[in-house]
């Protein structure tokens, strides 16, 4: 069986920095992915990579078994990879329920199939309550709800989560973990996720790839990763143990 | 029952305006007509900056563009106004096409991109200002026939004709901006306005979008171009693309409320009459008081700036109990 999404040998660099280098991975239909690494990595840019915001110098990104090196944003979100942002980037003149219908619209023919997609994964997220609300009002925490929500809206085979659990608390974090979970096991949904929050990660997680300097320097499961003594001097540190 | 409420009173306000030449003098019908037509392109803008958020500030470009194209082809070829229309529309959108061409594949974005549309417009004042085959400097005027019966073919006829055309107008644009606000590209142009990347993550072709929106905005106003010529006769470059006619365009859509649907026309008629009323004062205190109606329009533009920078309209829709609705 080939893999859903395979990334091989890609590289950038800024100003003659390499960001990232020959980064190889592949992550199997239904799979979890953790991306991890101090800060400065190359987590973010091999994400940007994947998620069209830039291409790579060298190296290729296949989905689905087609060559989407270089596409646009636009055109991968079409081949199936939805996307977080980092920084929440809510459309906040919208409100909640538009906001998610605009994520709908790429997955539903109509615009009344998009409103009821937008309902059914407003209820998903528990943000149905929040619905007619304008997203310039939400909390950090409803945000980053709400940034999954779009993207889930989308119906992607894969979603790539960038940090999204940073910035809420520990309760949140076992309610984002929760749901991803269900997603995954009920829908067979794909996830890449770059995270810092270890207890997000070492939950969710399958396969665990550890960056630093743009390089993949461990790639192994949770266990493996937290008994690797690379990973520990340069990231993780002794109490990860 | 909010969208009951709203068209209830959308139909009273068409019924009022449908009676208001039987009731008015020919002044007020001159006036209003003046609002409709400032309404009607403050809506044409709106489609461009209100929904898609792409800032034009030479929209007057369309306005000429529509008004000679219109005008042209009845001086010389006796082309009736309603084909002139088409053509016209069809040259702003084939040009607004090449500016947001230019703009979106090169990357020009936000005030840059508003520079890139006056300097079009005004290249192209200048070129039509010495453009003999439509009169040059010298003007162009429409024949006019004698005014007591209405040829509305040729639009040729009197004000309340003319007032009964841009009320048609105005209509039809106000039913385009709210059809097209609540479908796919609605959505697809609201979202480019609030954030462009997170728009194109989700799978909008943002290049497509954005030129849809300046093209259909050029082509809107291009055919209030068509009917300004047909009112008022006389065509001159300098004024017909003239700069501060792209400011004065605009400051409508921005008093009453860009990317509502309510806010342009409402913006339009309150500048509109303010303008008047400043003009007639002025005129009584006789010479001197030139630019009044300049300073008036800048005045109430920093009010509306400095205390509701979402324009009147927002908050009147509230009072109104109509803030319910999606699209105001």
């Not at chain 1, 940090?163 to 309760?171: K, N």
């Not at chain 2, 936000?110 to 003999?132: K, M, N, P, W």
């Amino acid at each position: 069986m080939s893999a859903l999404l395979a990334v091989d040998g890609i590289s950038k660099s800024f100003r003659g920095l390499k960001a990232a280098s020959a980064v190889s991975f592949e992550l199997d239909a239904g799979a979890i992915l953790g991306l991890i690494g101090p800060n400065g990595a190359g987590k973010t840019t091999v994400f940007n990579m994947i998620a069209g915001v830039f291409p790579p110098d060298e190296g290729r990104v296949r989905m689905d078994g087609r060559d989407i090196t270089g596409k646009r944003p636009d055109q991968i979100c079409r081949a199936g990879i939805g996307r977080t942002f980092q920084i929440v980037k809510p459309f906040g003149g919208l409100t909640v329920r538009e906001n998610v219908i605009v994520g709908a619209l790429a997955s539903c023919k109509t615009v009344a199939d998009a409103e009821r997609e937008a309902d059914r994964v407003l209820d998903l997220l528990g943000l149905a309550d929040k619905a007619r609300q304008p997203a310039h009002a939400l909390t950090l925490p409803d945000r980053k709800c709400l940034e999954v929500a779009r993207a889930l809206a989308t119906r992607p085979k894969l979603l790539l989560l960038d940090e999204v659990m940073a910035g809420l608390r520990p309760t949140e974090t076992d309610r984002m973990v929760a749901i991803f979970r269900q997603l995954n096991r009920e829908s067979g949904l794909t996830i890449l996720l770059i995270e810092h929050v270890m207890r997000a990660v070492m939950a969710l997680a399958q396969r665990i790839v550890v960056l630093n300097t743009g390089e993949v320097i461990a790639t192994g499961t949770p266990e493996e990763i937290a008994a690797d003594q690379k990973v520990r001097d340069c990231y993780l540190g002794e109490e990860a143990a | 029952m909010a969208m009951g409420r709203a068209t209830r009173m959308l139909i009273g306000l068409m019924v009022a305006l449908l009676l208001a030449p039987f009731i008015g003098n020919d002044y007020l019908v001159s006036v209003l007509i003046l609002c409709l037509f400032n309404a009607y392109l403050a809506q044409a803008w709106n489609i461009m900056m209100g929904f898609a958020g792409q800032l034009s500030l030479g929209h007057a470009l369309y306005v000429g563009l529509g008004a000679y194209a219109g005008g042209a082809l009845f001086f010389h070829y006796g082309t009736p106004p309603w084909i002139g229309m088409i053509v016209g529309a069809a040259i702003a959108a084939l040009v607004g096409g090449v500016i947001g061409f230019l703009g979106f594949r090169f990357g020009v974005k936000g005030v840059y991109f508003a520079l890139l549309t006056i300097a079009f417009a005004e290249f192209t004042r200048i070129l039509f200002d010495h453009f003999t085959w439509v009169g040059g400097s010298s003007g162009l005027y429409l024949p006019v026939v004698r005014a007591d019966h209405d040829n509305l073919l040729l639009l040729r006829g009197r004000p309340a004709m003319f007032y009964y055309v841009i009320l048609g107008l105005s209509a039809a644009v106000f039913l385009i901006c709210h059809r097209i606000l609540g479908s796919r590209l609605g959505y697809y142009w609201r979202a480019i306005r609030e954030d462009q990347d997170a728009a194109q993550a989700l799978g909008i072709d943002t290049f497509k979008a954005k030129m849809a929106a300046v093209m259909l905005s050029a082509a809107l106003t291009a055919v209030g171009g068509v009917f300004y010529a047909f009112y008022t006769n006389t065509l001159y470059a300098e004024s017909a693309f003239a700069m501060h006619r792209s400011i004065e365009l605009i400051l409508g859509a921005i008093i009453g409320g860009m990317g509502t649907l309510f806010g342009p026309i409402l913006g339009a008629f309150l500048l509109t009459l303010l303008g008047e009323l400043l003009t007639r004062l002025a005129e009584n205190f006789g010479h001197g008081f030139e630019g009044v109606k300049q300073i008036g329009y800048g005045l109430i533009l920093l009010v509306i700036i400095a205390l509701r920078r979402e324009g009147v309209w927002p908050r009147l829709a509230k009072r109104l109990g109509l803030d319910g609705e999606k699209a105001s």
